[in-house]
């Protein structure tokens, strides 16, 4: 199997949203896309799937030394090989891919989230950092472009936060700060249980809002002289958008059932998204996520 083929099957089995974004690229950008978020699967794995803290931080250990391998000419795992292909075509900035590592660490450590400064930390760094290589392989001229990739990161991974809250507790994570734990009157053992207080509900109906603010505000930062570039971008935010709207219209049913979307979907929005953003841009309407 070649490097190339590992990493899009580690892509298309994850069943990520970002797939379905990735279909429109060109062949050298789809490929380094699939490569990078190949390797955010193997780390992500790690830290969800070894329950063994030892065993998972040598994991890390080893994709931090294969990252250094892979910008020194010599990766030894087909993922280390496909982002050295990339690199000799993208800016790829091996300090970002550390910067991902140090957010799995900051899982498979149990760090526990105290304030909104560390959420907002953990967020850059497991998804902002990896918005911030994805522009390198999209292509931007303005320097604006960061902030709407960190931006529209932090959206989606406070998607993933509410959308995942049982699942994560089960684990013993709990992502939500602590300090807006105690402001809500909110206990751990709400989140363990699943139980939907009254304190319950005003905190995450804080944070549902505050989700919808981070797409508006990275809509704002999109610049126009990017926008046909980033369209990618985009494209995934709208995906997820949907999962957030799914979210704001029920958030009972956060903890019983969370919301999901099927394969089939992810790809209507995935075409219909590159479509009328195409039109939008062409007509000078504002870009939208639905």
Not at 175 to 187: K, L, M, N, Q
Not at 215 to 222: E, Q, S, T
């Amino acid at each position: 199997m070649t490097p190339a083929r590992y990493c899009e099957d580690k892509t298309r089995g994850a069943g990520s949203s970002f797939f379905y974004a990735f279909l429109f690229l060109p062949e050298e950008q789809r490929r380094a896309m699939m490569a990078l978020y190949a390797f955010c699967r193997e780390v992500d794995d790690i830290a969800d799937e070894v329950r063994d803290t030892e065993v998972a931080m040598r994991k890390l250990q080893f994709w931090e030394d294969e990252i250094a391998r892979t910008f020194q000419g010599a990766p030894s795992h087909p993922v280390g090989r496909e982002l050295a292909w990339a690199r000799g075509r993208f800016n790829l900035s091996e300090e970002l891919f550390r910067e991902i590592l140090d957010g799995m660490r900051m899982d498979v450590s149990g760090q526990p989230i105290q304030r909104r400064a560390d959420l907002a930390l953990y967020c850059h760094r497991v998804a902002g950092v990896v918005g911030l290589l994805s522009i390198e392989i999209f292509g931007h001229r303005a320097r604006g472009a960061a902030t709407f990739a960190t931006t529209l990161g932090e959206a989606l991974q406070y998607t993933n936060i509410l959308r995942d809250l049982g699942e994560d507790a089960a684990r013993g994570r709990i992502y939500i700060p602590r300090e807006d734990r105690i402001r809500f009157g909110v206990a751990d053992e709400d989140f363990m249980r699943g139980e939907m207080t009254d304190g319950m509900r005003a905190l995450l109906e804080a944070y549902i809002a505050r989700t919808g603010e981070l797409y508006d505000a990275a809509l704002a930062a999109l610049p126009p002289e990017d926008r046909a570039s980033l369209r990618p971008s985009l494209v995934m935010g709208a995906i997820y958008h949907a999962h957030y709207r799914r979210i704001r219209e029920q958030p009972e049913s956060l903890f019983s059932s969370p919301p999901t979307l099927a394969p089939l979907s992810k790809m209507w929005i995935a075409w219909r998204m590159w479509r009328r953003e195409k039109r939008a841009a062409r007509k000078g309407l504002p870009p939208s996520f639905f």
